[in-house]
């Protein structure tokens, strides 16, 4: 059964940091692009950041480019998000989201091809 269990959220004054986790079972990371989106209050679900299968591309949306950092612990089957310079408007809810296909070299950022997802963690930015 494929699981994703996000954690590391919390509460950070702006200009802080946060790294996130998603811990993946199921299958094997590697195998697989994954993704980190959120859902900021009142609003959709935002794709952020993605990761291909390789490990090496990455990508990100405009809103969190040069702030945020994805990687990935192969050994530990895990996710990260590390989240620096965090502003009020990164306040949301993130999850992790395993991609549907396998052997993925370009992440997309399209919602619905994305199979899996956690239970998401909040993140709230103010002082």
């Known amino acids: 059964e494929v699981q994703l269990v996000e954690s590391g959220g919390g509460l950070v004054q702006p200009g802080g940091s946060l790294r996130l986790s998603c811990a993946a079972s199921?299958?094997?990371?590697?195998?697989?692009?994954m993704s980190w989106v959120r859902q900021a209050p009142g609003k959709g679900r935002e794709w952020i950041s993605g990761?291909?299968?390789?490990?090496?591309?990455?990508s990100y949306a405009d809103s969190v480019k040069g702030r945020f950092t994805i990687s990935r612990d192969i050994a530990k089957n895990s996710l990260y998000l590390q989240m620096n310079s965090l502003k009020p408007e990164d306040t949301a809810v993130y999850y992790c989201a395993k991609y549907k296909f396998e052997a993925v070299t370009t992440v997309l950022s399209t919602l619905y091809l994305y199979d899996y997802w956690g239970q998401g963690t909040q993140v709230t930015v103010s002082s």
């Open positions: 990761i291909n299968t390789g490990g090496v591309g990455t």
């Open positions: 199921g299958f094997t990371l590697s195998s697989y692009a």
